[in-house]
């Protein structure tokens, strides 16, 4: 039977259970444009507050898979991904699709934009001049097979029904829940025709989940629905109380991964983080008999240039410039005003607001407060100071890329205001804390 979409809100709203088919019927409604966005606001909200069952997550990732084409593949390797719940700082797939690719997988990533106060890989992409972050299919699946890897934003044809509820959340406060959160990044991947999914779950000051219990929940989640729905699956949790890369923006993050990729900067939890959810990615999709052998085959193929070779390559394929790794600074856009952010005081950094970071580059322009807000893709920060590390007149707390004096003046107090400091020596936590249904 049928319900009108306010019913169906009414329903969860009010703690009941939803059937697969009342599911089905509002997400076919919102693909179709019969349901609007105050109603598709109004379920997400009514899901934050209530939840859903193991079986009600399940009929939502499926309906939302559904609503679009489902990919199939003829490669000979397997298809694999990773996805990431967000961060500050986190470039890692720039440098991981192409690291598996070097090693023999196929990574067809479909990314997604920023979300609240965490930059969106497609946002990175988007920084090249001429690629093509949104390609019809075919091209997807040419460059995927040609290349070995292809990261891309959603095409309309790809779960169109996440699309739409993905940028309503991100401004409804709605964007942490656990089960909006499991649905909209599995029928993402599962309309993808994975054989193999890494999650990357953060926790901490900059992660949508503050600790580390909600997190190991979040991972759990992923990983009982996608395996329940046939994707092989495992998770990280990783270390989010300080911004995983240096550098925090769009164009900027994107140089600092042409510098990882090509051996001039190579940060250690960066680097840490990017190995490890590589070698997992290898052991689901058996191209290494166990996580050692899997770490040192993603190692060769950063250090010998591999992975810089698949970039370049994937790069060009996707309508970007075919010198891009040569001559990076000459493609990406520089803001005009850039100047250093010096702390009030010498000190140790002690911890991080990592979250504030993330609002400051938001702010810069560098993010969206509104789903059709433009990106400046050239505004953020760079040499971000990490925990442990000192601070005086001669290293600044970060560097900011402003399109005004007035904008770099509020990013700085910004930036300040996020570092707490002292004289006491400090280490950061580990990069990585567990891992969840994780290959042996």
């Known amino acids: 039977m049928s319900l009108l979409p306010q019913e169906i809100i009414r329903r969860k709203r009010d703690g009941g259970t939803l059937d697969a088919e009342h599911i089905e019927q509002f997400i076919e409604g919102l693909t179709a444009g019969r349901v609007t966005e105050g109603q598709a606001a109004s379920f997400a909200m009514a899901i934050f507050f209530r939840g859903l069952s193991v079986p009600e997550r399940v009929a939502l990732t499926r309906a939302m898979m559904n609503s679009g084409t489902v990919l199939s593949w003829d490669l000979p390797g397997p298809v694999l991904d990773k996805h990431s719940t967000g961060g500050v700082g986190d470039t890692v797939s720039l440098a991981l699709g192409p690291a598996v690719a070097a090693c023999g997988g196929y990574v067809p990533m479909i990314s997604g934009r920023g979300l609240g106060h965490t930059g969106g890989t497609l946002d990175k992409f988007d920084s090249i001049p001429g690629y093509v972050t949104q390609p019809d299919i075919e091209t997807f699946r040419r460059v995927t097979r040609e290349v070995g890897c292809a990261i891309i934003g959603q095409t309309a044809d790809l779960a169109p029904a996440d699309k739409r509820l ?10 942490e829940s656990i089960d909006l959160i499991t649905a909209s990044i599995l029928s993402k991947k599962l309309s993808a025709g994975l054989q193999g999914l890494v999650m990357d779950v953060k ?20 990983v009982l629905v996608a395996n329940g729905a046939g994707l092989p699956t495992s998770a990280l949790l990783t270390d989010m109380n300080e911004p995983l890369a240096s550098a925090a923006g769009n164009a900027v993050e994107m140089a600092y991964a042409v510098d990882y990729l ?13 190995v490890e959810l590589s ?19 993603v190692e060769h193929a950063i250090s010998s240039g591999k992975a810089a070779e698949v970039f370049q390559h994937m790069v060009s ?12 600074e000459r493609h990406l856009q520089a803001a ?14 002690q911890s991080i607001a990592t979250r504030d970071v993330g609002v400051a580059v938001v702010a810069l322009g560098g ?4 789903p059709q807000d433009p990106i400046d893709h050239a505004v953020g920060l760079t040499e971000l100071a990490g925990i442990g590390e000192a601070v005086d007149a001669s290293r600044p707390l970060a560097m900011v890329h402003a399109r005004s004096e007035d904008a770099a003046e509020a990013a700085a107090r910004a930036v300040r205001a996020a570092y707490t400091l ?3 020596k400090a280490a950061p936590g580990p990069s990585i804390l567990e891992r969840i249904g994780a290959s042996a």
């Open 166 to 175: 993905y940028a309503i959340r991100d401004v409804t406060a709605t964007v």
């Open 262 to 274: 090509t051996g001039r900067r190579r940060e250690r939890r960066f680097h840490e983080v990017t």
């Open 336 to 349: 005009p005003v850039i100047r250093a952010v010096h702390a009030d005081r010498s000190g140790i950094v």
């Open 422 to 424: 002292s004289d006491a």
């Open 317 to 328: 394929a996707l309508g970007g410039p075919a010198d891009f790794l040569e001559n990076s």
């Open 279 to 297: 070698a997992e990615m290898l052991v689901l999709g058996r191209l290494a008999a166990d996580i050692n052998e899997a770490r040192a085959k």
């Open 203 to 222: 926790f901490g000051s900059g992660a949508f989940m503050d600790n580390a219990e909600d997190a190991r929940r979040l991972a759990e989640s992923l």
């Open 367 to 370: 993010g969206r407060t509104r």
